[in-house]
């Protein structure tokens, strides 16, 4: 008994229909037009599969649209699905009884295999309906929704903080200004006083995944002008390990929820291995992590407090090389190096209970132990050379009873492209923004 479906069959359960008739709706992704037969592979983003014509009925209007269609149009098939041991996709094809040209693409695109990454950035829509760019998104999804829940779990509460500011956050030196209503405003450089606000407003566990800009001049593969933050922040902390065991946990769950959904899809299409990683993360402090490259023979200009991109590929490999692990936290930062609001503890004011955590090399955070007392805050701004006028509501947040507390931020597209091996940030960006690049 055959079935006719009217509503559309996703490429994937096309296995499940055989002999139904069935409408697909996707793009040509390949055409073959022979003397006798006509084969086009229709691609949606579920999969690809073969539609077959037998050319010379009387007034074929399916010869004819086959003839006229060019690859990447949009089309919708109307057809039985029939079992074909010699079609690679799956075994299975389908004769088409009706092919409808949706929207016809130009001949010649833009972009094929062999584009470099700067045109394939002009050309990005094109360049995201191949399966292995799609995937990225797919997994970022994944990403977002383990987060998400990991956070809620761990009784965080989303909040969305403004990315217009009035005065410039962390630093000056970063931030892109807009004109305000003829005045200045400026783009939020991460949601660090705002996260901290909501931990004065008396939200227990702050968590937002929202866009923070950053104006940098950086060309680098782990740079862009605009990305997606992760942040959390935490009340009532006994100590930054409770924010590091806290993003242990989330990064442990966000890993295995990818390797149970995507580890395959990823493995073929990207060649990556999903694994999760053991608990608790290696962790190493700064000055320990400098003394250990010096005798490996690292010493550039600068690394007596702080280490370059060099330095913590360096690190990475020697603790990789120890322990087995892909991650690292650095944790102690000098002062010197680090914001004015970290916390500095009682034991040693040169340093910070802040840390970086390293994956493969390359920093995905920055966290830290917050000062939560409104003189020493102001001590550690004063020492920083830094006025406190701009800042006054940040201030005053600790004016009236501040918990302890602490946080991190997290890049979103630095975590992917270390994922799923990504040459670049802007691979795993769907439209990347960087100092050459506001287009498309
Ligand atoms: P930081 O400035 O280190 O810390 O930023 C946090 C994380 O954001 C990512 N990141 C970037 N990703 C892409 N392009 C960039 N230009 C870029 N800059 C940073 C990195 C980095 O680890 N307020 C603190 C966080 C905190 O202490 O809670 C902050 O913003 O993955």
């Known amino acids: 008994m055959t079935r006719t479906l009217p509503t559309r069959t996703l490429v994937r359960d096309l296995t499940g229909r055989l002999d139904d008739v069935v409408t697909v709706y996707g793009w040509i992704d390949t055409l073959r037009l022979q003397r006798r037969m006509q084969f086009a592979v229709v691609r949606d983003h579920t999969g690809s599969v073969q539609v077959t014509h037998a050319r010379g009925g009387a007034d074929d209007a399916i010869e004819a649209a086959f003839e006229r269609v060019t690859v990447e149009s949009a089309v919708k098939v109307i057809g039985r699905v029939v079992a074909n041991p010699v079609v690679k996709l799956a075994g299975i094809e389908i004769r088409p009884e009706r092919v409808e040209i949706v929207s016809l693409a130009e001949a010649g695109l833009p972009i094929d295999r062999n584009t470099g990454p700067d045109r394939r950035q002009d050309w990005r829509f094109l360049d995201v309906r191949r399966p292995e760019r799609r995937l990225v998104f797919d997994v970022q999804t994944t990403v977002e929704q383990a987060m998400r829940r990991v956070a809620a779990a761990e009784g ?3 909040m969305h903080t403004p990315k217009l500011m009035g005065t410039a956050s962390e630093s000056g030196a970063e931030v892109f200004t807009v004109d305000y209503f003829g005045r200045s405003a400026y783009l939020a450089q991460s949601p660090q006083f705002y996260k901290q606000t909501a931990i004065a407003a008396g939200i227990d566990r702050v968590f937002e995944i929202g866009p923070v800009f950053r104006a940098e001049p950086s060309y680098t593969s782990r740079h862009a002008t605009e990305f997606t933050g992760v942040d959390a922040e935490l009340a ?5 390990g409770d924010v590091m065991a806290f993003e242990e946990r989330m990064l442990v769950a966000v890993l295995a929820d990818v390797r149970d959904r995507h580890g395959a899809e990823i493995e073929r299409l990207l060649g990556v291995e999903v694994t999760v990683p053991a608990t608790p993360f290696p962790r190493i402090a700064m000055a320990d992590a400098l003394t250990r490259l010096r005798a490996a023979g690292w010493d550039p200009a600068g690394a007596a407090v702080d280490l370059d991109p060099e330095g913590e590929r360096r690190l990475a490999a020697l603790i990789a090389e120890e322990t087995g692990h892909a991650f690292v936290f650095v944790t102690r930062f000098p002062a010197s190096v680090r914001p004015f609001y970290h916390l500095r503890p009682d034991d040693d004011p040169t340093v910070t209970e802040s840390f970086d955590l390293l994956w493969k090399g390359v920093e995905i955070t920055t966290g ?18 830094m006025d406190a006028a701009p800042l006054a509501s940040y201030l005053d947040c600790f004016r009236f009873g501040m918990p302890t507390h602490g946080g991190f931020g997290l890049g979103l597209s630095r975590v992917l492209m270390l994922l799923l091996g990504l040459p670049s940030i802007r691979d795993a960006t769907f439209l990347f923004r960087g100092p050459n690049r506001l287009e498309p």
Do not use: F, N, P, S
């Not at 009532?236 to 930054?240: N, R, T, Y």
């Not at 830290?368 to 050379?385: F, M, S, T, V, W």
């Open 368 to 385: 830290a132990q917050r000062e939560h007392r409104y003189d020493r805050l102001l001590g550690q701004l004063r020492e920083k050379g």
């Open 236 to 240: 009532w902390i006994d100590g930054v």
């Open 156 to 158: 965080c509460t989303e």
